[in-house]
């Protein structure tokens, strides 16, 4: 647009012919550098002074008449605002910024200011211009916001008062997976994922009723299905009376955050290398077991492991190689845990274990042995078979401590003597139980050597029929003398024996010497109706205990049914249905079955009739407070009665008193076992009570 105006002094600060100059100017003294520039109602230059030409890098009469929207470059948000508001000219409020051509090739940023809010009628408009340095201001006005909503990473939604989606931009679409046409007229709670109850929304309306505004993080469900966490902050919009005319939610998705945080995490928590649990994590969970043990009185028990002469493979072999072995060796370890057990690896070649709940040191010896053994297996690496082996030292709270620091310094002493005594072993902190475990690998040593050279024998203890007043059998026991440790007491071996799978060849053993004595007293003419055996829950388990109960016999040349076996109710109970299947194999072929130490499990009727059973053996527990207690006394009573209405028989073990045995008679137990009438003694000690009478 060209303007009819035309320049007519050109020396003059005010390049128009029309108007007043020094009346203008005055507007504005202190303006020496600022352009001032007049226009008409089309926007059109009516006259500029020198500062107005030099700004824009023109003459000034080039610039007379021109529109001053068109001296502006189209390229940005606010000059396209400040084009727009020229028109509307003087009536804009604040300043404008605008970009300019600036002679032939240059560009400049302008602030305009309108002079005058209301100017006089015959007057144009004056407008001041000054230069801006750095970057274009900008004011959010109604078609940038709508820009800058459109093109945000953040996810706008405009609701009404009612809460129902009006628009969304394009990040909301994005994120959520759900174009506009899809969520228009719904409400957000299209969006829920159901990780938020009832209480959360609650509240959050609460707030934004009361202040207007909400913010915190929320997690929503994509389209697709997938829940991710926002940063969500909801405004209400109110109108000039008050009510709620929208809302507005913008939304971050800071699922890749979380991801952030998690990685973070795991650098400080993990091992990179084994990807175990670092030092650091091992002594918070350390903490929160101690903590919990000291609320529940319970145990805790810290293993701090070792591989033997790691360094030689790293120096000789390479770092390379050293790693590889130390993965392979976390990964072995961690094999052989329970779920549950809290490995770390504490740098270098260490690691430790959490162990919790603990019963007792045994169990602890128990782990630590079968860690050690989880390295008699080479490693192989870079070709090579590199045998390693494992050292352990072992401190338990509260006994060694109750600190964190004080246990896991502990466990190292332990574990630093464990490496002294030669490496290939575990050591306990406290001497008092080292010196324990220490004896119970001797006594293992002890009894693998006597199984392998059947260093047993057995005695016989006498067990009578007090109505026909004579040894009826005998139950045969398990003795055991070692050339140093002397006689050792079988309730200690014979555990040990099962933890160490040597039961089978001990039970074969007994079986074997106590069904061929049998077999020779009858044959010697005594009148004895069985020998009880005592079988371990683990032979029962065996898959071909009857051919192997059977071939003894038929070694001996004994009868079934003068072989009577004793079975613990935990025996029996531990796998119902096989065990009963097995039992019943047994009794059908004519051998005996008792439940040794009745009354001590936890058997029920209901399931002792599934059993081929023939006779329940009090426990002398029960026996050993007749007649002075009265509920062992009931007790008694009840067992036999409750015998008798299953058809069972019963033998009383355990009696030491005339008392005891008169009790027992009177309620109709007439079977006996027990110091009063013998203790366990050898073979040709029992025969000289066979032809003896009772008492
Ligand atoms: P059990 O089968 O209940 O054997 C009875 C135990 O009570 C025997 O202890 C016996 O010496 C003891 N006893 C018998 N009468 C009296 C008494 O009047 N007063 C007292 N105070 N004690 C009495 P022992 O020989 O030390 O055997 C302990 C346990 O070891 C046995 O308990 C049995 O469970 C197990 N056992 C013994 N020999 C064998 C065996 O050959 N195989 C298996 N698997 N376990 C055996
Ligand atoms: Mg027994
Ligand atoms: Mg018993």
């Known amino acids: 647009m060209k303007c009819s105006h035309s320049l007519t002094d050109s020396d003059s600060p005010w390049h128009t012919p029309s108007i007043c100059l020094p009346k203008r100017a005055m507007l504005v003294p202190a303006m020496a550098e600022v352009g001032l520039a007049e226009l008409d109602g089309q926007g059109c230059l009516v006259a500029v002074n020198g500062n107005f030409a030099r700004l824009l890098g023109r003459d000034p009469a080039e610039l007379v008449g021109t529109a001053l929207a068109e001296l502006m470059l189209d390229d940005d948000a606010g000059t396209a605002w400040a084009k727009q508001q020229l028109l509307l000219v003087g009536s804009g409020e604040g300043p404008l910024y605008a970009r300019f051509h600036q002679g032939e090739q240059g560009e400049c940023l302008l602030r305009l200011d309108w002079m005058l809010r209301q100017p006089p009628a015959d007057a144009g408009l004056l407008l001041a211009a000054s230069p801006l340095a750095g970057p274009?201001?900008?004011?959010?006005?109604?078609?940038?916001?709508?820009?800058?909503?459109?093109?945000?990473?953040?996810?706008?939604?405009?609701?009404?008062?009612?809460?129902?989606?009006?628009?969304?931009?394009?990040?909301?679409?994005?994120?959520?997976?759900?174009?506009?046409?899809?969520?228009?007229?719904?409400?957000?709670?299209?969006l829920k994922s159901g990780c938020q109850g009832a209480d959360f929304y609650q509240q959050m309306f609460a707030e934004l009723a009361k202040k207007g505004f909400w913010q915190g993080e929320i997690w929503n469900r994509r389209k697709n299905g997938e829940i991710y966490p926002e940063w969500l902050s909801i405004s209400a919009i109110r109108d000039d009376a008050g009510r709620v005319e929208h809302y507005v939610g913008i939304f971050t998705d800071i699922g890749t955050?979380?991801?952030?945080?998690?990685?973070?995490?795991?650098?400080?928590?993990?091992?990179?290398?084994?990807?175990?649990?670092?030092r650091a994590l091992f002594f918070d969970r350390l903490q929160l077991e101690l903590a919990k043990a000291s609320r529940d009185g319970g145990q805790v028990a810290v293993?701090?492991?070792?591989l033997d002469r790691f360094s030689h493979i790293n120096e000789s072999l390479g770092h390379g190689v050293g790693d590889r072995i130390l993965q392979q060796a976390a990964l072995r370890i961690q094999a052989g845990l329970r779920e549950g057990d809290s490995l770390c690896r504490m740098g270098g070649d260490e690691f430790s274990l959490l162990l919790v709940p603990i019963r007792d040191a045994g169990q602890v010896s128990a782990v630590a042995e079968k860690l050690r053994r989880l390295f008699t297996e080479p490693f192989h690496q870079a070709d090579l078979e590199l045998y390693l082996s494992l050292s352990i030292g072992i401190s338990l709270y509260p006994d060694d401590g109750v600190e964190p620091d004080t246990l896991v310094k502990h466990a190292s002493t332990a574990l630093d003597r464990a490496k002294e005594l030669g490496r290939d072993n575990y050591q306990f902190y406290t001497r008092q139980l080292n010196q324990h475990v220490s004896e119970r690998l001797v006594l293992e040593q002890a009894l693998r050597q006597a199984v392998e050279q059947e260093a047993f024998s057995l005695a016989y203890q006498p067990q009578v029929d007090v109505n026909l007043g004579r040894v009826i059998g005998a139950e045969a026991l398990l003795r055991w003398h070692h050339p140093t440790l002397g006689w050792v007491r079988p309730d200690l071996f014979i555990p040990l024996a099962e933890e160490l799978g040597l039961i089978n060849p001990i039970g074969d053993w007994v079986l074997r010497q106590a069904c061929c004595q049998m077999a020779r007293w009858l044959a010697q003419g005594w009148n004895l109706r069985r020998i009880a055996v005592n079988l371990s829950p683990m032979q029962l388990r065996q898959r071909n205990v009857l051919q192997r109960v059977h071939d003894v016999l038929g070694t001996c040349g004994l009868a079934p049914e003068h072989l009577e076996l004793e079975l613990t109710e935990g025996a029996i109970m531990g796998n119902v249905d096989e065990a009963s299947a097995c039992l019943s194999r047994l009794s059908e072929s004519g051998i005996q079955l008792a439940i040794d130490d009745f009354g001590t499990g936890y058997s029920s009727l209901a399931h002792l009739k599934r059993f081929a059973i023939d006779k329940l053996k009090i426990d002398r527990s029960f026996v050993s407070g007749v007649p002075h207690n009265a509920n062992d006394g009931t007790i008694v009573a009840t067992i036999i009665s409750m015998a008798r209405s299953l058809k069972l028989s019963v033998i009383a073990e355990g009696v030491e008193t005339g008392k005891q045995l008169a009790h027992l008679q009177a309620h109709g137990c007439y079977e006996m076992q027990g110091y009063l009438f013998g203790k366990p003694m050898s073979a040709a000690e029992i025969e000289a009570l066979f032809d003896r009478p009772l008492l």
């Open 257 to 278: 955050q979380h991801q952030v945080q998690e990685r973070l995490r795991y650098l400080a928590y993990y091992d990179g290398l084994t990807r175990l649990p670092n």
């Open 136 to 190: 274009m201001p900008t004011l959010i006005n109604r078609e940038l916001a709508a820009k800058v909503i459109e093109h945000t990473q953040e996810g706008v939604v405009v609701t009404d008062g009612r809460g129902h989606i009006q628009s969304v931009n394009p990040a909301f679409e994005i994120t959520t997976g759900y174009s506009l046409e899809e969520v228009v007229g719904y409400k957000p709670s299209i």
């Open 303 to 306: 293993l701090f492991m070792g």
